[in-house]
């Protein structure tokens, strides 16, 4: 599966939209994007997934152009809640192999 | 909404003792997994269960780990002879494989995790 890279890390002011860029240069055809969130101590958590264009849901929204070699998480209107680690997974669709690797993710620090 | 459980939360355990770790994955669904997290590092995958044997496994997992579904409802991981390097959040995670022309991969839903100290 391809490698991914993101930031180490992010500070924002609370009530800001938030972006999360993620590369991911040799994504192949059947690779999806996914976007996991994990608290401290707690698992991972599914946040959002997409294959190209746009994909908005409650949570956030996932903007992935036309070459797919990155996709941007986008929080809109953070609140201290959202302090946490956040990680993009290429996701493909191997039959009978369904191993999730994460990264390091990206530290989202919300900031009163 | 549907969960992913686990016990104990906490385990304490001398090293060279065997522990068991339990999930109960969310009901309907027929893929399995366990993750382990060393503090600081990032999440691994362990292994994944599916129609009642393991289909993947990672170097991580060896001889002294063992996968088993004893009923309808519980999946555990058990450790046979614990060692210090075994001390992590244990999260189990649950999927529902998904059918030829679905538009998109599976979705794995994570359990609250175990944290297994060893001493």
């Known amino acids: 599966l391809a490698k991914t890279t993101q930031p180490i890390s992010m500070d924002s002011y609370e009530g800001q939209e938030v972006n999360i860029t993620c590369s991911h240069n040799?994504?192949?055809?059947?690779?999806?994007i996914t976007w996991y969130q994990q608290f401290p101590s707690q698992g991972p958590r599914f946040i959002i997934q997409?294959?190209?264009t746009k994909v908005t849901n409650e949570v956030a929204s996932l903007f992935i152009p036309a070459d797919r070699k990155s996709s941007t998480l986008s929080l809109p209107r953070v609140s201290l809640s959202d302090t946490a680690v956040y990680y993009c997974l290429v996701t493909g669709r191997g039959a009978g192999s369904y191993q999730l690797t994460f990264g390091k993710g990206t530290k989202l620090s919300v900031i009163p | 909404e549907p969960e992913v459980t686990q016990t104990p939360s906490h385990q304490v355990t001398q090293m060279g003792q065997e522990v068991i770790l339990r999930c109960v994955p969310i009901s309907n669904h027929l893929y399995f997994y366990w993750y382990r997290q060393i503090l600081g590092q990032k999440v691994e995958f362990l292994v994944s269960f599916y129609n009642n044997e393991i289909s993947e496994k990672s170097e991580i997992f060896d001889d002294q780990f063992s996968v088993e579904r004893p009923d309808g409802s519980n999946f555990t991981l058990k450790i046979r002879s614990t060692k210090l390097e075994d001390s992590a959040m244990y999260f189990c995670?649950?999927?529902?494989?998904?059918?030829?022309?679905?538009?998109?991969?599976?979705?794995?839903?994570f359990g609250p995790g175990t944290r297994l100290t060893v001493l």
């Open positions: 040799n994504i192949a055809t059947n690779d999806y």
């Open positions: 997409g294959y190209k």
């Open positions: 995670a649950s999927s529902v494989p998904l059918g030829p022309g679905s538009l998109s991969t599976d979705t794995q839903y």
